[in-house]
Nanobody, 119 residues
Framework: QVQLVESGGGLVQAGDSLRLSCAVSGGTFSWYSTGWFRQAPGKEREFVARASSSGESTAYADSVKGRFTISRDNVRRTVWLQMNSLKPEDTAVYYC????????????WGQGTQVTVSS
């Protein structure tokens, strides 16, 4: 059974930075692509970032490109999302995802962590 547990969310001010972590247990993590999605109140879930199984290939939504960085450590079975220059519109619940990650979904999901950016 694959479990994903996010941490690191919180309340910050515009312009601040925050790093989200996602610990993955079960499954063959080194084989899985990983990603981050977010969902703001009243909006649909949207793709944020993706990393290939090795972490060498990454992709980002245009709205976060240049500000967010996804990374992973296959030994520690952990995925991170470094978020810089945060904006109020980044406020959302952020979800970690693993395995068969595309811009529209993934096989496994975490429970989400709240990120709130005040202006």
């Amino acid at each position: 059974q694959v479990q994903l547990v996010e941490s690191g969310g919180g309340l910050v001010q515009a312009g601040d930075s925050l790093r989200l972590s996602c610990a993955v247990s079960g499954g063959t993590f080194s084989w899985y692509s990983t990603g981050w999605f977010r969902q703001a109140p009243g909006k649909e879930r949207e793709f944020v970032a993706r990393a290939s199984s090795s972490g060498e290939s990454t992709a980002y939504a245009d709205s976060v490109k240049g500000r967010f960085t996804i990374s992973r450590d296959n030994v520690r079975r952990t995925v991170w999302l470094q978020m810089n220059s945060l904006k109020p519109e980044d406020t959302a619940v952020y979800y970690c995802a693993a395995h068969q990650v595309t811009t529209t979904g993934a096989r496994y999901w975490g429970q989400g962590t709240q990120v709130t950016v005040s202006s």
